[in-house]
């Protein structure tokens, strides 16, 4: 027989006493102001105990004593406190994080604009052309700024019949662009509408398998290169704030307001943009909005925006041996001028 404490004891015995005294479960219950299942667990945990079993249960039976369907408590809280502490380990290693660049030579990113891919206003023959860009010239990686695809959720799944394309299709474009389109990828970001279906995201980064750095919404990284060159480079789908009077003015707020960067980039809001300003620290920084892929669509018509053409992806080409500023990141609108550019400056002796 197990030693439980006094109280327990106490507790158990008395449940004892009263089922012997009040015939039934229901009445031993109520004379002690419980209800059954509260009862009942005490005469459950008695039998266990040994407090006189042949009277705990009136039965011909005795049910069988199961594990606990779960860890003991300060079981669950070691892992819980694991757990929370890798998080918060990861969440600081992605903060700035480096990414070594083994040369001195410039090298190009070709910030490509939401892609959209599947929806019916895409520009698939601007998109093939740039992604054929990318992948025959040396030293350029891609870097998406997310919307990957439509990917309509919730109550904009009605949106779909828009679309000649289904969900199944999307992800199968998706996985091409990630996987098939031939692009050395530097960085993938997740934006809006990659998030309206968690199981979207989920099933890229499962195929992606840590491949490249996946990341919601945002990520600041630094270049190293070889020559001890560190290029700053804050990239969002969107940097918070916004004017209509400016395609930058979130971008600006970052610059003056959030860790210092060389380059703040974002797309998400279907415009193109691009400036270069020296803050007060002396900083040089350089401003992109890349616009993306989509072109007309039924919410664009309805709400009066202008069809814009340039600036779907944005080439930017950093030069670690420049000795202005001003000259260590150029932004292209034409993914294809800005490959030339970069063949061309690295060809330099």
């Known amino acids: 027989m197990m030693v439980a404490s006094p109280l327990q004891s106490d507790v158990l015995q008395t449940a004892v006493d009263a089922l012997k005294i009040h015939g039934s479960q229901a009445a031993a219950a109520r004379a002690l102001g419980l209800n059954r299942s509260t009862y009942r667990a005490r005469l459950q945990r008695a039998q266990m105990e040994g407090y006189e079993p042949d009277r705990v249960r009136n039965l011909e039976i005795i049910l069988p004593q199961f594990p606990a369907s779960n860890l003991d408590a300060e079981e669950i809280l070691d892992h819980m406190e694991r757990a929370s502490e890798q998080r918060i380990e990861q969440h600081q290693a992605m903060h700035w994080f480096e990414v070594q660049v083994k040369t001195e030579k410039p090298i ?10 599947g929806s019916n ?20 990686y891609g870097a998406n700024i997310g919307d990957t695809a439509d990917n309509w959720g919730g109550r904009l799944i009605r949106c779909y019949a828009e679309n000649d394309v289904s969900r199944e299709t999307e992800r199968l474009l998706a996985e091409w662009f990630l996987l098939k389109a031939g692009i050395d990828w530097l960085l993938w970001l997740e934006g809006n509408h990659d998030h309206m279906d968690e199981a979207f995201v989920a099933h890229l980064r499962a195929i992606n398998g840590n491949r490249i750095p996946m990341i919601d919404w945002r990520a600041r990284f630094k270049l190293v290169f070889s020559n001890k060159r560190q290029v700053r480079i804050d990239a969002a789908h969107d940097h918070k704030g916004h004017s209509m009077w400016n395609e930058l003015h979130g971008q600006l707020r970052a610059a003056h307001m959030d860790e210092h960067a060389d380059l703040f980039v974002a797309g998400h809001k279907h415009n193109w943009a691009q400036a270069q300003i020296e803050l007060t620290t002396g900083r040089v920084s350089t401003l992109l909005r890349t616009r993306g892929y989509k072109g007309v669509d039924s919410y664009t018509t309805r709400k009066g925006f202008a069809n814009k053409r340039y600036g779907a992806a944005v080439v930017t080409v950093i030069n670690p041996q420049a000795e202005s500023p001003t000259e260590l990141i150029k932004p292209f609108p034409d993914v294809q001028a800005g490959a030339e550019y970069l063949t061309w400056l690295r060809a330099r002796p």
């Open 108 to 117: 190009g990113i070709c910030w490509f604009g939401d892609p959209h891919l």
């Open 121 to 140: 206003g895409n520009n698939i023959r601007q998109l093939r052309a740039d992604v054929a860009t990318v992948v025959e010239t040396e030293s350029l």
